[in-house]
């Protein structure tokens, strides 16, 4: 069982950033970052393959926020910019067994615990 350990939320003004970490105890494949806000559906955010070459974000993040990972350290990070008020929530690491990013969240086995991500109005 892999563990994941995100870290990096807290509170920000709007227009304001973050960067996420997602610590994995062991070796990871696809990741990926989803978020939810109370009362709501958890939603993708972003999404990379093990090698870094490929990427994928919503359309609600895209421009602002950047996914990247250091598979030597088996981290997957999430830099966060010109953060907006909906971008608030409790923000969750995924991880997959095979190399290849995906977007939905069925498709993920692993997850962490979630960091909470609060944005001012």
Do not use: H
Request: hydrophobic residues 30%; positive net charge.
């Amino acid at each position: 069982q892999v563990q994941l350990v995100e870290s990096g939320g807290g509170f920000v003004q709007a227009g304001g950033s973050l960067r996420l970490s997602c610590a994995a105890s062991g070796r990871t494949f696809g990741m990926g970052w989803f978020r939810q806000a109370p009362g709501k559906e958890r939603e993708f955010v972003a999404a990379i393959s093990w090698s870094g070459s490929s990427t994928y974000y919503a359309d609600s993040v895209k421009g602002r926020f950047t996914i990247s990972r250091d598979n030597a350290k088996n981290t997957v990070y999430l830099q966060m910019n010109s953060l907006k008020p909906e971008d608030m929530g409790v923000y969750y690491c995924a991880g997959r067994r095979t190399s290849r990013a995906a977007v939905k969240d069925y498709e993920y086995e692993y997850w962490g615990q979630g960091t909470q991500v609060t944005v001012s109005s």
